[in-house]
């Protein structure tokens, strides 16, 4: 799930918090993280880290896609950022706008990264929805990274500040579905053209062991299969856990401490403002808001030597929120008592509390010899909920995915998943007059790297919506992502 804070992104390197660390052992097992994500594949050793190909951007590696370590050949302070090479022609670079002449690798080397994307997506629904008519959005990734130690300060440190960006219309709300059928337009404000920084933290490694990170945070999942909204499902079924979406903000101001007891485990814990917000710094509500606590147990898992992932943690929050269980006829009486000047306003019954309990895995099935992200595997989350405030009672989702199986195809990626959400049972009469017992939907995509900075990528999903009456919803859409 989410690798919320970007932190579990450097479990790998824990290890290596000093380059005269005392624990070799752990280091260098650390550097051998050969599981693999589809959007940032674990790495192998240092020494055979020379081959971009195999090598995922610093933000995937920052998000906590997975976690990681890269060196700059013939140094010896370990890296919190990859340093990648993004020479050679157009058709053939890692990027549109190259290195800059040189520039950006002499960056790199020193610590210094920064990327960028757009994405452009066009969605519509071909049957079912409440309305037959395609939609254009865009997005836009900015993200800058400081590696402290490679650029010669100090060890540990790492600064991110990412911005998001949106323009144009979804499709999310023409489908009758409680997930958002395209996950993407949801940042960094749901239906809003702007541009925010969504995350602004710095993080220090203490010892091999522990890490501490605060600034502004942006949860993010970190499964191997589904977990990219930029280049895998665009469904939010598939890049989240709806069970924790009303204990956790889309961003928010937090600190956090992560501690590695084992080379493949990582226990995550999160102190954060409940109220956050993209577009706000959140100053005020984290000191006089609610607070929400995150916790995560991460462990890596390699069955006849194929590598996965098992994640399981617990949200919980004391944000008051209105309950879904409302009582019509009182509130009916408390407005006319109000009206006649004999009572005050009608408010909403409040929850002073609301928890989330959920699990998520990513398993390969089969690693084509010889590199470390392609092949195919499974994935799966499953959540429950409090179910006085969250309208998802119970949630869970399978899927299959895989990348460069094709020969000459080997940027190229697929998955097929189903995922089921059951509506809480303590929902009043009002909402279950608006709402079915259910909600199920199935997505599948394409990705065609047509260089490999370019991407096209058909998808489709078959929905059956939660919305009462609603129809069975056919969704098409075509995504398009550059990477500058």
Not at 255 to 270: F, R, S
Request: hydrophobic share 40%; glycine share 12%; proline share 5%.
């Amino acid at each position: 799930m989410i690798t919320a804070l970007t932190i579990v992104v450097l479990t790998s390197w824990s290890g290596t918090a000093r380059a005269d660390q005392p624990n070799a052992e752990r280091t260098a097992a650390a550097a051998n993280t050969d599981g693999a994500t589809t959007e940032l594949p674990m790495v192998k050793p240092p020494a055979v880290q020379n081959d971009a190909s195999e090598q995922p951007g610093f933000d995937d590696q920052m998000a906590s896609r997975a976690p990681g370590l890269g060196r700059v050949p013939g140094r010896d302070t370990p890296r919190l950022i990859y340093v990648r090479d993004y020479s050679g022609d157009l058709l053939h670079r890692r990027s549109v706008t190259g290195d800059w002449f040189g520039l950006r690798q002499d960056l790199m080397e020193n610590g210094i990264g920064m990327e960028a994307s757009l994405t452009q997506i066009m969605q519509g629904n071909l049957s079912g929805g409440s309305r037959r008519r395609f939609h254009y959005q865009g997005g836009l990734n900015i993200v800058f990274g400081l590696d402290t130690g490679a650029a010669g300060l100090w060890h540990g440190g790492l600064l991110k500040v990412k911005a998001e960006g949106r323009y144009g219309r979804d499709n999310n709300l023409f489908t009758g579905a409680l997930m958002p059928v395209n996950y993407d337009a949801l940042f960094p404000i749901p239906s809003e053209d702007s541009m925010h920084l969504s995350e602004f933290f710095y993080m220090q490694f203490l010892s091999d062991w522990l890490a501490v990170v605060t600034g502004k945070l942006s949860p993010r999942e970190n499964n191997a299969f589904s977990g990219d909204e930029t280049e895998q499902f665009l469904n939010t079924a598939f890049n989240i856990n709806p069970a924790y979406a009303t204990t956790l903000p889309q961003s928010f101001l937090g600190v956090g401490v992560l501690l590695i007891p084992h080379k493949d485990v990582a226990l995550t814990t999160l102190i954060l403002d409940s109220e956050g917000r993209t577009d706000e710094c959140g100053f005020d509500t984290a000191i006089e808001g609610g607070t929400s606590v995150f916790q995560k147990l991460e462990v890596k898992i390699r069955p006849f030597g194929l590598p996965g992932n098992q994640r399981i943690g617990w949200t919980w929050s004391d944000k008051s929120r209105a309950i879904l269980k409302q009582d019509p006829r009182r509130l009916i009486i408390d407005w006319i008592k109000f009206r006649l000047g004999l009572g005050n306003r009608p408010t909403l019954d409040q929850a002073g509390s609301d928890w989330s309990l959920f699990y998520d895995f990513d398993q390969y099935l089969y690693v084509v010899p010889g590199t470390q992200d392609r092949g195919i595997g499974v994935f799966g989350r499953f959540g429950v909920t409090d179910g006085r405030v969250n309208p998802v009672g119970a949630f869970y989702s399978l899927g299959l995915g895989g990348k460069g199986l094709i020969p000459g195809r080997e940027n190229d990626s697929f998955g097929v998943g189903y995922y089921y959400l059951a509506r809480s049972d303590k929902v009043g009469p009002i909402a279950r007059r608006l709402l079915d017992n259910n909600e199920q939907g199935v997505e599948l995509y394409y990705n065609y790297a047509v260089t490999t900075w370019l991407k096209i990528t058909p998808n489709l999903q078959v929905i059956s919506p939660i919305a009462r009456g609603a129809d069975c919803t056919w969704v098409a859409g075509l995504r398009v992502k550059m990477d500058f």
